[in-house]
């Protein structure tokens, strides 16, 4: 799957590659509500961490694979492990 960039991109690919940037989206709402309440009590900050070491090792491999969607999904996920883990250290 998108090993070489002479591999054609069929409709499941395009779909997955939706996927990988709307799945961690998901987390956008729990971001919004720490920051708009300016409280994240709730949250763990060795979990976060450790999130967001093991999302490298996953980001690591992927590119080292040449994965797109998963590298695509990776970075964004670590990008929304970075920010919860700001949020704890401000608000927490």
């Not at 799957?1 to 069929?10: Q, S």
């Amino acid at each position: 799957m998108l090993k070489t960039k002479h591999k054609n991109i069929d409709t499941f690919d395009r779909v997955v590659i939706l996927a990988s940037v709307a799945y961690p989206l998901t987390a956008v709402p729990q971001i919004y509500k720490v920051y708009s309440r300016e409280s994240a009590d709730d949250l763990s900050l060795l979990s976060w961490l450790l999130y967001a070491l093991l999302e490298t090792i996953f980001l690591i491999y992927a590119i080292r694979k040449k994965l797109l969607p998963i590298i695509i999904q990776d970075v964004l996920w670590l990008c929304v492990y970075i920010v919860l883990i700001i949020a704890i250290l401000l608000y927490g």
